[in-house]
Every structure is written in C-alpha cells, then in structure tokens.
C-alpha cells in the first residue's frame, strides 16, 4: 500500500530512452521525479526538467518495451516506469504567456531576452536553422513549451506544431518535475533550475507556494521532501519580492 501511495502520489522512478536530453541526462539514466508538488498547485517553471503525457501522439512509430516480470515488479512499486506510459522527458523553456522565439541559429530568446544556455549539447546552436527550427510562438495559458537540451536531436515542441496543441504540452499532462538522477550511483546527482532564467526582465512566473501535510515514508519520498521545500520556499521569497 505504501509503494503504491509514493508511486501514485509522491514519487516515481523514470527511465531516460533517448539522447535527446545529453548531457544534461544521458540514455538509461534513472531520475526521480517529483508528484507530490503538483497535487499543492504547483505548475511547470522555466528551466524545469519535467515528465509528461505523450500530449499528441508525439512518439507515434517508436517500439513498444516488453518488459520482464521482475521490470513489471518494479514498475508497480514505482522503481520502473510502465510499459504501457508513454511518457517524455524535456526542459522547461516557455510558461503560459510567454514568447519563445528562435532566428537562424540562435540564440533562444524568451520574451525578448536572449537565453545564455550552459545545458545546450557540446557542438550544438540552441536553434536549428531548418524549418521547424524557425518560429516565433506565444504560449496559452495552461500550457508548456519544452525543448531538448540536445538541440539537433530532440523531436520537441518546434517539431510538433502541426499537432492538435501546436506543439505545446498541456499542464494537465505533466508528471511532474525530475529532481534527481538516481541511477547510476556515478551519475548521482540534483536537476536544478539554471540560473539562465533567474536574468531581470524575463517575467515573472506564476509559482503557486506548496504546503506540505502529507506524511512522509520510504528513502525515495526523503530525497524528494527537501526539494519540495525548497521550492515552497522559493515561492514564498518570489511572492514577498
């Protein structure tokens, strides 16, 4: 019963598919990803490394995993992710009212701000001067635009346009944020937000302060419960200045 309360609302292992997020996370990386913060009002800020609902048949073609039973094991306690989500992995870059806009090869420029992007994949341009690379969009409330840290090998919101969301992801079909890579023990360590958005004159985001009251167990819930914190926190600070 606990494992299913921390999968369901707390916490939940995700396993990384691709490259399209190098080297910020590398394939078969495994990071934990916070649920617990959206169930409080929290929405997806810039910079955020989040999990999300496939939001329109974004990984048609891809093949399906065939896991064993002792992944479907770990999949129901939530140490796996299931074989029958089909779920994405990509960078916050743009929150409701925001304009996120790309020329020739970059750089990103969020509501008129050029972003200075330290993630960006070694040997890659923040933007992709083909087509789908080109654009200038607003965002709707109630929704995302996100983007793979490996630039030219990441089929996100620019490729997506054409799609029922214009390739934007609904807040509704977000996991939550990943905040940890868990796995391998070399690779351990914390997925913060880039100071790259904290620049004056970006905008304000509108970060809803988290209350905490649900009590806590398992060693997986204690690496999330600090960061949950600290993001209360932050909004607390965001909503004093």
């Known amino acids: ?75 129901w306690i939530g140490l796996m992710p299931s074989a029958d989500e089909k779920d ?59 983007m793979g840290d490996h630039r030219q090998n990441s089929s996100d919101s620019r490729y997506h346009q054409q799609d029922k969301n214009h390739g934007m992801v609904p807040v509704d079909k977000v996991v939550g944020r990943a905040i940890v890579k868990a796995w391998p023990i070399n690779r351990w360590g914390t997925l913060p937000v880039p100071g790259t958005f904290d620049q004056p004159g970006l905008g304000q985001q509108s970060t809803a302060a988290v209350s905490l009251s649900v009590a806590p167990g398992g060693v997986a819930v204690a690496a999330v419960l600090p960061v949950a914190v600290w993001r209360r926190r932050r909004a607390v600070k965001a909503t004093r200045d």
């Open 1 to 75: 019963m606990l494992a299913l309360l921390i999968k369901t609302f707390l916490v939940q292992a995700f396993s990384i598919p691709s490259d399209s997020m190098q080297n910020t996370l590398q394939r078969g990386d495994r990071v934990l990803v916070d649920k617990l913060t959206p169930w409080f009002g929290s929405k997806p800020e810039r910079g955020e490394v989040v999990v999300f609902h496939d939001p329109d048949n974004w990984l048609a073609g891809e093949p399906t995993p065939h896991p064993n039973p002792v992944q479907k094991v770990l999949s």
């Open 88 to 146: 994405l992995i990509k960078r916050v870059i743009g929150v409701g009212g925001d304009t996120v806009e790309c020329k020739n090869t970059g750089p990103l420029i969020v509501n008129g701000k050029a972003l200075n992007e330290p993630y960006v994949y070694a040997g890659n341009t923040p933007c992709s001067d083909d087509g789908s690379g080109q654009f200038k969009v607003t965002v709707p409330q109630g929704y995302i635009w996100v």
